[in-house]
């Protein structure tokens, strides 16, 4: 059964940080992409980060480029998320997910993602 647990939201002002995690169990995590999503107030759902397999690149969302990095330790299996200069337009629910395939990678596809954290909260607000 493929898990994923995500960890580290919270409330922060504008401008403060927080680096989420993601701790995966049940399937070869080395193996897969991996990415985070968010479901804002309004409920639109956003890329926010992806990654390949083995971390040589990375995928990010126009509205979070340059404030957020996406990072894994594939020993560790947990897939991070630092986020800087948080803005209130940042609050979501935000979700870690898994890729389809082994060994693929589609940078900005929220319906190739096919396993789901159950999300955490980011309430930025002053």
């Known amino acids: 059964q493929v898990q994923l647990v995500e960890s580290g939201g919270g409330l922060v002002q504008p401008g403060g940080s927080l680096r989420l995690s993601c701790a995966a169990s049940?399937?070869?995590?080395?193996?897969?992409?991996m990415g985070w999503f968010r479901r804002t107030p309004t409920k639109e759902r956003d890329v926010v980060a992806t990654?390949?397999?083995?971390?040589?690149?990375?995928y990010y969302g126009d509205s979070v480029k340059g404030r957020f990095t996406i990072s894994r330790d594939n020993v560790k299996n947990t897939v991070y998320l630092q986020m800087n200069s948080l803005k209130p337009e940042d609050t979501a629910v935000y979700y870690c997910?898994?890729?389809?395939?082994?060994?693929?990678?589609?940078?900005?596809?929220?319906?190739?993602?096919?396993?789901w954290g159950q999300g955490t909260q980011v309430t930025i607000s002053s």
């Open positions: 990654i390949t397999w083995d971390g040589a690149h990375t």
């Open positions: 049940g399937h070869s995590f080395s193996n897969y992409a």
């Open positions: 997910a898994r890729g389809k395939q082994p060994g693929l990678w589609y940078p900005n596809s929220i319906s190739w993602y096919d396993y």
